[in-house]
């Protein structure tokens, strides 16, 4: 049997899945950082540049001193980063030079393992970028294979991506990204085995969503075939649209003879820990989905599935949602069959929605979509329905936007934002809002730790501190006091 290691995503993508990207500030994270060090995970999914942008944006943190204090409270595990395409926190395609600068800022601050996907699998861009993080000083280049489903994507199609990645020599490691929970346990079965062989002995991961409850089921078929690294996170921040739960994946894995060797007692601790926190913070626990046989035709994920149903509820249209993921499936492919994977799940499933709710389709078409016709995010896998990519290309907007500047040098964005600032707080000016870099700078340090049974006597003092009228609350019980004092107001 196979000797099988864990790369942790509660802080990343179980954050992000099941909670927005915002149920974690630094001082959370920090306060587990410790006995996460002691599990033994093979890594850490630690961050996107979109999840420091969520902390800038809405916790008002430093991302990058985020990274910093968790690598010294962790200093023995490596903290993974996803790429996301030749972007950095805007949606603007960027610079070859800002790219590298931006890794060599993350390697500085702690990251030693990037995970390299293009949301299109675009061979070209993805040893591109294998090479500029490998410039910037990561240590680890994992190849982020992205699944999908569409009359292209068989099994032969996914051998090939792997055989030219591995063969490239560029990548230390591979794994399947199934952002949709797509790979049943059938599926698995047949599609490891030929994807381990087309690797040459290039090591293999997977990484799925119990979106439609598949996943727990293909992660045991898959380390049957010889993967011998999963994705999961702990017990709280699993299922729903996240990965698998940590500790019943460890003890299914175990039952089945398999080695997974990490520190049992730092793992029930960090899932008490999470669970605790999720309690404290009102954060949704779930279970894995339900199956539902349509997912695999419209298959957008949980997040943009729930913003869409929200979107419909609030404009008095929630009885549309069968036509919309009808119109996702056509849209898709028109648009010659992108992944549903951000930013591409967006897209279809926006257009979809206005498609449905105008007079015509496609009377109303985003900026963002028409860039993607333009080929702003590459070339689809499949050609584009010519009659719809000639009625965007076509338009008065679309000429407009094939005029539009790309972003700037370096040494024009220097010019442009002023001297005084560190490398890591220009990057951020450079990508966002000043104004939301200036509130998290006003906003000084962020907390340097968390204690979940904390939080009903703070939301009390909350409560009790902006009542006008009070002088004066004292509160006593067996183990407990608190005086609290202050004039009228």
């Not at 230390?172 to 062989?197: H, M």
């Not at 899932?271 to 926190?277: N, Q």
């Not at 993921?325 to 930013?343: C, H, K, Q, W």
């Not at 700037?408 to 600032?421: C, H």
Request: charged residues 25%; contains cysteine; negative net charge.
């Amino acid at each position: 049997m196979t000797d099988i290691t864990l790369i942790d995503t509660t802080l990343r993508d179980g954050n992000q899945s099941n909670w927005g990207a915002t149920g974690l500030d630094t001082g959370m994270m920090l306060q587990i950082a410790p006995v996460m060090d002691r599990i033994g995970f093979e890594a850490i999914d630690f961050t996107t540049s979109t999840h420091m942008a969520v902390a800038v944006r809405f916790k008002k943190e430093d991302p990058w001193e985020r990274l910093r204090l968790f690598k010294e409270a962790a200093p023995g595990t490596p903290l993974s980063f996803l790429t996301t395409g030749m972007r950095f926190i805007s949606w603007e395609v960027a610079s070859e030079e800002l790219m590298e600068f931006a890794f060599r800022l993350l390697v500085r601050n702690g990251i030693s393992r990037f995970a390299v996907m293009d949301p299109m699998n675009n061979l070209p861009a993805m040893l591109n970028m294998a090479d500029v993080t490998r410039r910037a000083g990561g240590s680890q280049i994992v190849a982020a294979l992205t699944f999908t489903l569409s009359p292209l994507h068989d099994d032969a199609h996914w051998c090939d991506k792997t055989r030219a990645l591995c063969r490239s020599g560029r990548f230390d490691k591979i794994y399947v990204k199934d952002p949709g929970g797509l790979v049943s346990a059938e599926r698995a079965a047949t599609l490891f085995p030929a994807l381990i062989e087309a690797a040459g002995g290039v090591p293999f991961e997977f990484h799925s969503h119990t979106t439609i409850g598949l996943a727990a089921f293909s992660y045991l078929e898959a380390a049957e075939a010889g993967v011998t690294c999963l994705h999961s996170s702990a017990s709280a921040a699993a299922n729903g649209t996240g990965q698998p739960a940590m500790r019943q994946t460890i003890a299914n894995l175990r039952d089945m003879g398999h080695s997974v060797d990490v520190d049992d007692a730092a793992v029930a601790e960090m899932d008490a820990y999470i669970t605790a926190l999720a309690g404290a913070e009102a954060l949704s626990v779930r279970g894995p989905g339900d199956y539902d046989r349509n997912y695999f035709n419209h298959q957008i994920p949980g997040g943009v599935m729930g913003t869409m149903i929200r979107q419909l509820r609030e404009t008095g249209r929630e009885h549309l949602l069968p036509q919309v993921l009808d119109e996702v499936s056509r849209v898709r492919a028109e648009f010659g069959y992108p992944i549903m994977v951000t930013p591409f799940s967006q897209l279809v499933a926006t257009q979809a929605m206005l498609n449905v709710t105008s007079a015509e389709r496609y009377q109303t078409v985003p900026d963002e979509v028409t860039r993607y016709v333009l080929g702003r995010f590459g070339t689809p896998a499949m050609p584009m329905d010519p009659e719809v990519e000639d009625r965007i290309r076509g338009s008065r907007r679309a000429r407009e936007l094939e005029d539009e500047p790309q972003m700037a040098s370096l040494d024009e964005l220097r010019s442009r934002i002023g001297k005084g600032f560190s490398d890591e707080e220009f990057l951020l000016r450079a990508v966002m809002p000043g104004d939301q870099v200036d509130a998290m700078t006003a906003a000084g340090p962020a907390r340097r730790s968390y204690d979940p049974a904390t939080r009903p006597t703070l939301d009390l003092i909350r409560e009790l501190t902006s009542r006008k009228g009070l002088g004066s609350v004292r509160i006593e019980k067996p183990g407990f006091r608190l005086a609290l004092s202050g004039g009228n107001r």
